[in-house]
């Protein structure tokens, strides 16, 4: 993701900008995230929402003790390098993904909308 190596890249009066870009980057499409959750378990909505959340701040929670004990150890830039790396394997992971299906009990259609017979 071109914001975080800006930040890890480029001087300080930058940084402030590739930070506000990584952080639209990551909380902009949350909404899309669970309503695709939602598409996935049409019939168990809460559960699905409850999930993506849940696990997203729960890897988070994980994370950060981690990064933090790398940066520690090595330097700020060495630690959060991969993370420069993460968006593209889950891209990858992402593609593996099939799609919702439309027509499946209780969905009443991706997103809500009718579904053809």
Do not use: E, K
Request: some cysteine.
């Amino acid at each position: 993701m071109p914001a975080i190596a800006g930040i890890l890249f480029l001087p300080l009066p930058l940084v402030h900008g590739c930070a506000a870009l990584a952080a639209a980057a990551l909380y902009v499409p949350l909404s899309l995230q669970v309503t695709l959750g939602q598409d996935y378990l049409p019939t168990r909505m809460g559960t699905a929402s409850g999930v993506t959340l849940g696990l997203t701040v729960s890897v988070g929670g994980v994370a950060s003790p981690l990064i933090g004990a790398a940066a520690d150890a090595t330097s700020l830039r060495t630690a959060l390098l991969p993370l420069a790396l993460l968006p593209l394997l889950a891209w990858a992971l992402a593609r593996r993904l099939p799609d919702p299906d439309p027509g499946a009990p209780g969905n009443g259609g991706l997103r809500g909308l009718p579904v053809d017979p």
